[in-house]
């Protein structure tokens, strides 16, 4: 019988899944990455805020990965397009409002998260992302959280986990 071998991306997806599925989460490397991050702050000062918010969502699936959740980017159409673009993009389900990332962890509910810059403040969200907040957070099985960059997003995650 030949094996197949996998791509390093499916390896890491398949780890993950598996890490996910024994329900042990390991937070003391979740402390450890954590701490790190909050000195990467202040180099973040000088990037643009477009770039800023995606290094953002990257430190909180690293953080939320070391402690054994599955968590991920939802792609839905980054940035502005064309016309044409816009209307190719949804209909391949693009869905304006829908959340920047999604955590789950077996046993809870999936966890949606809509990232803004370090600082912000609830006016930053747009109606369409209130709207499917206010949608997710109507569902038993469902929460919806905005994380005020990656420090405060983890400390989100960090009170899910416990409530």
């Known amino acids: 019988m030949k094996m197949r071998k996998l791509s390093a991306q499916k390896c890491e ?8 599925m024994s329900g042990r989460l390991n937070l003391k490397a979740g402390a450890m990455l954590e701490q790190r991050l909050k ?5 973040d000062a000088a990037l643009k805020r477009s770039q800023l918010e995606k290094i953002e969502q990257d430190r909180v699936i690293q953080w939320a990965r070391s402690v054994g959740l599955v968590c991920f980017r939802i792609s839905n159409g980054d940035g502005k397009k064309s016309a044409v673009a816009g209307r190719q993009a949804k209909l391949n389900g693009v869905l ?3 959340s920047d990332l999604q955590c789950i962890h077996l046993g809870r509910k999936n ?10 403040k609830p006016s930053d969200l747009s109606e369409a992302q209130r709207a499917f907040g ?4 109507a569902s038993e099985n ?6 005020y960059g990656a420090v405060d997003a983890i400390g989100k995650i ?6």
């Open 111 to 120: 966890l949606f998260i809509e990232m803004k810059r370090r600082g912000g």
């Open 134 to 137: 206010e949608f997710v957070n």
């Open 158 to 163: 960090k009170g899910w986990l416990d409530a």
């Open 39 to 43: 000195a990467l702050d202040e180099i």
């Open 96 to 98: 304006a409002g829908v």
């Open 13 to 20: 997806a398949v780890m993950i899944f598996k890490h996910a």
């Open 142 to 147: 469902n929460a919806f959280v905005v994380g």
